[in-house]
C-alpha cells in the first residue's frame, strides 16, 4: 500500500532552516509528482510547493518563494522540502502528498511539526 513518512521537523528560532524528507513507498514514485502542504492551527490546510515527477518541474506558494526549495531523489523515493530564513509564520503541521494508482487516488502522509520560535 502507498506509504508517505515525513521526518525532519521541530523547533528551530526564526531564521533558521530546516529540511524536512519524505520517504515514499507502495506506488511507483519516479512517475508521480509529489507535493508539501501546511496547516497551521485553525488555519486551512494549504500547498507549499509542488515538483514533477522528475523534477524538471517546481511550483512555490508566494509565502515561502525564495525561502523553500523543493527536490527528489527518484533514486531513493525521497522528497525534499529545503526551508530556509524561516519564519514564526511558518509554524504549521507540514504533510508530504501525492496521487497514486489507477484511480490517482490521494495520499497523505501523517505530518511533521515545524515550529519557529525564539
Known amino acids: 500500500q502507498v506509504q508517505l513518512v515525513e521526518s525532519g521537523g521541530g523547533l528551530v528560532q526564526p531564521g533558521g532552516s530546516l529540511r524536512l524528507s519524505c520517504a515514499a513507498s507502495g506506488f511507483t514514485f519516479s512517475s508521480a509528482a509529489m507535493k508539501w502542504y501546511r496547516q497551521a492551527p485553525g488555519k486551512e490546510r494549504e500547498l507549499v510547493a509542488a515538483?514533477?515527477?522528475?523534477?524538471?518541474?517546481?511550483n512555490y506558494a508566494n509565502s515561502v518563494k525564495g525561502r523553500f526549495t523543493i527536490s527528489r531523489d527518484n533514486a531513493k523515493n525521497t522528497v525534499y522540502l529545503q526551508m530556509n530564513s524561516l519564519k514564526p509564520e511558518d509554524t504549521a503541521v507540514y504533510y508530504c502528498?501525492?496521487?497514486?494508482?489507477?484511480?490517482?487516488?490521494?495520499?497523505w502522509g501523517q505530518g511533521t511539526q515545524v515550529t519557529v520560535s525564539s
Open positions: 502528498n501525492t496521487r497514486a494508482g489507477t484511480a490517482s487516488s490521494n495520499y
Open positions: 515538483i514533477g515527477s522528475i523534477g524538471a518541474y517546481t
